[in-house]
């Protein structure tokens, strides 16, 4: 789960990370009434998780309450990318003598947290990374030990940093290790991490990506909501439990199992057709996570044909066939769906098809065949939206 | 012979109280797989189907002689099984169990790297299976018999869908393991092919990866350098798009890594071959030892 900066400083701020003074809203009002709290100059800045928002008119600075006013006007609502703008937060201008780069990811190589500092901030860390990588100082920290101060400072030497903030921003770098490990993050990012000329270390930006397996362990967190980042179907999706991810090709995809699934998505797309998403039934499917499945994937107005492919362990074909014929029942589909079943009860599953009679609905015996045959299907079917 | 698990393997299953629990141990004594006992705190002293129940790891290893661990309790509680197992002293350890903390698996595979002694497989993968001998875990059965193909896969349906092709063209395996689709693995794909390499009955083995992270691409450095065997790799999500989750844990593409292409091409130049599909990756099988 990606949090909104706002978010992310907040969260970071809970750990005694010292971020600008800010507030989020939702509307003009809300963002004027927030500047005013403040003071002038603030900032109002987009909440869309895309880098580059300040260049896309994202961040301006306001200087009083009619610019504060025009700003939140002008930024809520409009399109980032292909992504809209819910929230902005209103934030303390702040004065920068340095800019430096601070972050600690999820190493699964090393199994273990890496933490990297730079002096480079305020830039797209990759390429600083690609063209000076010297000048990112990294450090692994051994998860039963823990942040030890030495880590700091030696990230802090090895760095550059100026020398009279190495203490401040070694003891920012234990604070932003101390949220990564007890928020279960596996990403937090602060660029630019910056130095004030009063010499204060503080977090400008937070990128924080949380554990979303541990989030049952986090309810604050889990009630967190990005609006402008989730795609209807997506939700829907979420809502009944499935695994669901939308791409922009026609061919409607359901397997059970990640590997299949994207392996299924690749013989598609080997075949010459553009699959429309991804969408993992998962093991011991029932026939109503069929239906709900179903119903997601033609919830999508660019779908022309669907694409069943069921390896049978734990799920059981002839439960998904009776999820088919059921889905075919409360739905009626109006394109046409091509099934491979095989593995535990195919020879049942595929019988119970052939019986139910569905109308559009063919059975093909290899994951090949029945992914060339959804292609031709996809091809000659006009998309539900063009009709 | 096979890897990690055979019919010396005496298995206690954490959670086999549980509705999953009592249907998999049940169903991997079926095949012939000796399951000696179960652990559910609090439910000591009772049985399922005649598997002894304990409280603790610790009796059921000191009561049955247990040797390996199948871990089938909910996400919150299994990197606490696990650690239990490790504690009470079975050597392989074979975790089932799907979301669980990344940071809990961080600290579980730290401790165990230390602790030594202790092969944890998983989490989250279908477990593994040495036909004939014995089957740990939820890999259907039926679709494979014994032979000498090893296969090792982060994902569980795509190597039920590879096993299948192998068996469909008359190749059977000497063990599958499923090294489960997480971020920390308790096992890589270089621990599994370290074992195949030395097991004799394992003539060729075949490697499924998927996108995100770079296990694959350590790997081939690994095969390069260390596997004598041939090996036939396949990699899944070549059309999977940056930045999204592909159902796995582990399977994201972030900026330029991780991606199946470089997956590929990594192998390739460390010659290894690489199917572009399932029934590609039999095909070059049949090539190699011929069908």
Not at chain 2, 139 to 143: C, D, G, L, R, S
Not at chain 2, 245 to 250: C, E, L, R, S
């Given at each position: 789960m990606d949090l909104l900066e706002y978010q992310g400083k907040q969260l970071l701020a809970r750990h005694g990370v010292p971020v600008p003074d800010g507030r989020p809203a939702g509307t003009v009002d809300e963002a004027v009434e927030a500047a005013e709290a403040i003071g002038y100059p603030c900032v109002v800045k987009a909440?869309?998780?895309?880098?580059?928002r300040g260049k896309l008119g994202g961040i301006k600075v306001a200087e009083s309450r009619e610019q504060a006013r025009e700003h939140a006007e002008a930024i809520l609502g409009m399109d980032i990318r292909g992504l809209r703008v819910h929230e902005v937060w209103i934030e303390q201008a702040s004065q920068i003598a340095a800019e430096y780069y601070a972050s600690i990811v999820f190493d699964r190589s090393a199994q273990a947290p890496l933490i990297m500092l730079s002096t480079k901030g305020g830039m797209d860390i990759e390429q600083v990374a690609e063209e000076d990588p010297g000048a990112i100082a990294k450090l692994h920290v051994d998860p039963l030990l823990g942040y030890q101060d030495f880590h700091g400072r030696r990230l802090a030497f090895e760095a550059g940093v100026d020398p009279d903030v190495v203490r401040p921003v070694g003891a920012l770098l234990a604070k932003l290790y101390q949220a990564f490990v007890s928020e279960d993050a596996t990403l937090v990012e602060v660029n630019p991490l910056i130095i004030t000329p009063e010499r204060d270390v503080r977090a400008l930006d937070a990128k924080v990506t949380l554990d979303d397996n541990a989030l049952f362990r986090h309810p604050e967190s889990a009630a967190l909501r990005d609006l402008s980042a989730e795609d209807p179907q997506e939700r829907m999706a979420k809502e009944r439990g499935l695994i669901y991810v939308k791409l922009d090709g026609d061919v409607g995809i359901l397997g059970n199992g990640a590997g299949l699934v994207m392996s299924t998505l690749d013989v598609v797309a080997l075949a010459g057709g553009r699959p429309a998403n991804f969408l993992d039934a998962g093991g011991g499917s029932k026939a109503d996570a069929i239906v709900a499945a179903v119903e997601v994937i033609l919830s999508d107005d660019k779908v022309r044909a669907v694409l069943f492919n069921i390896f049978g362990g734990i799920t059981r074909c002839d439960e998904v066939a009776k999820g088919l014929i059921e889905a075919f029942g409360q739905v009626q589909p109006q394109v046409p769906f091509v099934v491979r079943l095989d593995g535990t009860n195919d020879e049942e599953g595929r019988r119970l098809l052939q019986e139910a009679q569905l109308p559009d609905l063919e059975v093909c015996a290899t994951m090949l065949e029945a992914a060339e045959r959804v292609v031709a299907l996809a091809a000659a079917t006009p998309a539900l939206q063009a009709r | 012979m096979s890897i990690l698990i055979d019919r010396a393997t005496r298995l206690c299953v954490s959670g086999i109280t549980g509705r999953e629990g009592t249907f998999h141990a049940m169903n991997n004594r079926r095949y012939g797989t000796q399951v000696v006992s179960g652990v559910t705190p609090g439910k000591g002293g009772q049985d399922v189907d005649g598997v002894p129940v304990f409280d603790t790891f610790r009796d059921a290893v000191a009561e049955t002689g247990a040797n390996t661990a199948m871990v089938f309790v909910p996400a919150r509680f299994a990197a606490d099984s696990i650690l239990e197992a490790a504690d009470a002293g079975v050597h392989t350890i074979v975790a089932i169990t799907e979301g669980i903390p990344a940071h809990d698996e961080l600290r579980v595979s730290a401790h165990l790297r230390r602790y030594g002694g202790v092969r944890l497989i998983g989490p989250n993968c279908p477990g593994i299976l040495s036909p004939g001998k014995a089957n740990v875990g939820i890999?259907?059965?039926?679709?494979f018999k014994p032979g000498n193909v090893g296969v090792v896969s982060r994902s569980g349906t795509l190597t039920y869908q590879i096993g299948n092709e192998l068996a469909q063209r008359g190749f059977g395996n000497s063990s599958i393991v499923g090294i489960g689709?997480?971020?920390?693995?308790?096992?890589t794909f270089i621990d599994v092919l370290e074992l195949f390499e030395a097991d004799d009955e394992t003539e060729i083995i075949v490697m499924a990866g998927e996108i995100g992270g770079s296990a694959e691409e350590e790997a081939a450095e690994y095969i390069a350098e260390h596997v004598t065997k041939p090996v036939v790799a396949y990699i899944a999500g070549f059309t999977a798009p940056p930045?999204?989750?592909?159902?796995?844990?582990?399977?994201i593409v972030s900026g330029s890594k991780g991606t199946a292409n470089a997956k590929a091409e990594a192998l390739e130049a460390h010659g290894v071959r690489v199917g572009r599909t399932p029934s590609e990756v039999s095909d070059i099988v049949v090539e190699i030892l011929g069908g």
């Open positions: 909440q869309v998780q895309i880098g580059g | 890999i259907p059965a039926a679709f689709g997480d971020p920390v693995p308790g096992s930045g999204k989750t592909m159902g796995h844990a582990g399977a």
